[in-house]
């Protein structure tokens, strides 16, 4: 049990530092959920809107995984897209999954303005090509997002893309005027204060020991326990110790790391120079780098995939030249804070959703994309405990294998993978 969170930009300039209490005591509720990242607090928020009495449970802080340390970027759609979906699952799931695409940052947007969260919330973001070939790749990305309603697009040449982001490393880029980016762990704290606005419970470090299924669920932790009505399982990477009921979760996906890191607070002048709209950026790469401006004008970069945790140090000599290859101007800048945190792939990179039983829910496995899926998946799960549960459908029909090789063999199938991609990214195909 760790109450603290990892040293990072964001753990440095959170809203809210005190930690809330552990369950200590026996509580009923019509919900418990387990895990307060995104996933567990959007589905809560959504529950207690709807007059659910809910409660979260978290093993360490809220916002303490992904949900807290990812690049904080709101981009849309699913780690595979609308056109794989079509090819592999047909045009009614596409279809269906497509009208959904967009709706996590209308979600993260109505949620900040309702409740006023003060999580630095900024319009637009654009995906850069570094070859000819992912130009047009961006050429048909535009095309199929505008089939499924996303008239919020611009396509960009090289000269163009020079306007809004201060290198001279792409061929081009697509500006999603609908995309943006937000302080994830603020945004999740703020969200943590909406819930219990709404007089929902969360307690942190209360990691779960095990579910007692049934009619009448019980979740227990090291000191306490929940009876409840329904389970909402959201610990996604950070699934542990739930005695026998959350392996055949653990199979389906693995955990795996992204690495960040920031720079010292920049002059107006040189946030002017890299980012002149401050729109947040991701490249077309297969292992991407992503990169924005902080509220405060730090430049927050990430790239690359990692199995296992690793020093700040050592962060910072794999992204730092990632960033300088982009903006060698900062060659001479101080890097302030590194640090890395787990995000869940499945096999075929497509969220997990489904029921254990009749009454335990469950969403995982985003890769990549969580900071708009997590919140779509709340509503979703919210309206299928509510009785409408046609959209959960569509996401629980889609199949869910298990990594070649089970959990031993999962990590260097994978670690293979990002070699190979890694080639393709340097090789240009």
């Known amino acids: 049990m760790n109450s603290a969170y990892p040293a990072s930009y964001y753990a440095a300039s959170a809203n809210r530092k005190t930690e809330r209490p552990a369950l200590n005591e026996h509580l009923t509720a019509d919900v418990c959920v387990i895990g307060a990242g995104f996933t567990g607090l959007s589905t809560a928020l959504h529950l207690a809107e709807r007059g659910f009495s809910v409660v979260v449970l978290e093993g360490s802080r809220v916002g ?70 992912q130009f047009r790749g961006l050429v048909d990305h535009k095309n199929l997002w505008e089939k499924y309603g996303n008239d919020q697009l611009v396509l960009l040449d090289e000269k163009e893309v020079q306007n809004y982001i201060g290198t001279e490393r792409y061929t081009g880029g697509l500006l999603d005027k ?76 693995m955990p795996c790391g992204t690495q960040v890191i920031t720079t010292e607070p920049l002059s107006e002048e040189l946030q002017r120079q890299l980012l002149p709209q401050d729109y947040c950026v991701e490249d077309s790469n297969y292992l991407l780098d992503y990169y924005r401006l902080s509220g405060e004008g730090r430049l927050i970069y990430g790239g690359g995939v990692t199995y296992g945790a690793r020093e700040p140090g050592k962060i910072e000599s794999l992204i730092r030249p990632k960033m300088l290859k982009t903006f060698p ?11 890395t945190g787990n995000f869940l792939l499945t096999l075929m990179r497509l969220p997990q959703f489904g029921r254990i039983g009749s009454n335990i829910y469950y969403a995982q496995g985003y890769s990549g994309h969580g900071v708009t899926s997590t919140h779509l998946a709340g509503d979703v799960i919210a309206s299928a405990i509510e009785g409408q549960a046609n959209r959960f459908d569509v996401f629980a029909s889609l199949p869910q294998y298990p990594f070649p090789g089970g959990r031993l063999l999962r990590v260097p199938y994978t670690a293979i993978g990002a070699v190979y991609y890694d080639l393709r990214d340097k090789l240009g195909i």
């Not at 993260?108 to 637009?124: A, E, H, N, P, S």
């Not at 900062?330 to 302030?336: F, G, T």
């Open 178 to 253: 609908s995309g943006g980016h937000i302080h994830p762990l603020n945004l999740a704290l703020g969200e943590a204060d909406a819930i219990e606005s709404l007089g929902g419970k969360i307690f942190e470090n209360s990691p779960v020991t095990h579910v007692q299924q049934g009619e009448k669920p019980v979740v227990s932790t090291p000191q306490g326990q929940v009876t409840c009505n329904y389970v909402m399982v959201a610990g996604n990477a950070y699934l542990n110790g739930i005695g026998d009921l959350l392996p055949k979760l653990t199979q389906k996906s």
């Open 329 to 339: 101007q900062l060659k001479d800048v101080k890097i302030d804070y590194a640090w």
């Open 64 to 133: 303490f995984g992904a949900s807290g340390r990812n690049g904080g970027q709101i981009v849309h759609s699913y780690s595979r897209d609308m056109d794989f979906i079509e090819r592999h699952y047909g045009t009614e799931t596409a279809k269906a999954m497509g009208d959904m695409a967009f709706e996590g940052g209308r979600i993260i947007r109505r949620l900040v303005k309702q409740y006023d969260i003060q999580c630095d919330l900024k319009d637009g973001g654009i995906f850069a090509s570094c070859n000819k070939k």
